[in-house]
Nanobody, 118 residues
Framework: QVQLVESGGGLVQPGGSLRLSCAAS????????MGWYRQAPGKERELVTH???????NYAGSVKGRFTISRDNAKNTVYLQMNDLKVEDTAVYYC????????????WGKGTLVTVSS
């Protein structure tokens, strides 16, 4: 059973920064695409960004230029550096490990709350 544990959320003022971390259990971390999603109150969960095993990255348009995803395979950890935070970035942020083989399942963390408010 894979476990994903997010950390680093909190309260920050507009324009501020936060760095989220997601630590994964298991020994196959390096082969999996990892992603960050978020869900704001009253809204559906949305993809923020993901990074493949080869380092290919995609960002949602709303965070491009402000957020940076990275991974440390030696530490089984994926990070999300969030800069120039806006009120509309307020959400619960979830880490996801994408399946590698079709017979596998995706895994989700329990989320960490990011609140951007003055």
């Amino acid at each position: 059973q894979v476990q994903l544990v997010e950390s680093g959320g909190g309260l920050v003022q507009p324009g501020g920064s936060l760095r989220l971390s997601c630590a994964a259990s298991g020994n196959t971390f390096s082969r999996n695409t990892m992603g960050w999603y978020r869900q704001a109150p009253g809204k559906e969960r949305e993809l923020v960004t993901h990074i493949t095993s080869s380092g290919k990255i995609n960002y949602a348009g709303s965070v491009k230029g402000r957020f940076t995803i990275s991974r440390d395979n030696a530490k089984n950890t994926v990070y999300l550096q969030m800069n120039d935070l806006k009120v509309e970035d307020t959400a619960v942020y979830y880490c996801k490990r994408f399946r590698f083989y079709t017979y596998e399942v995706d895994y989700w963390g329990k989320g960490t709350l990011v609140t951007v408010s003055s």
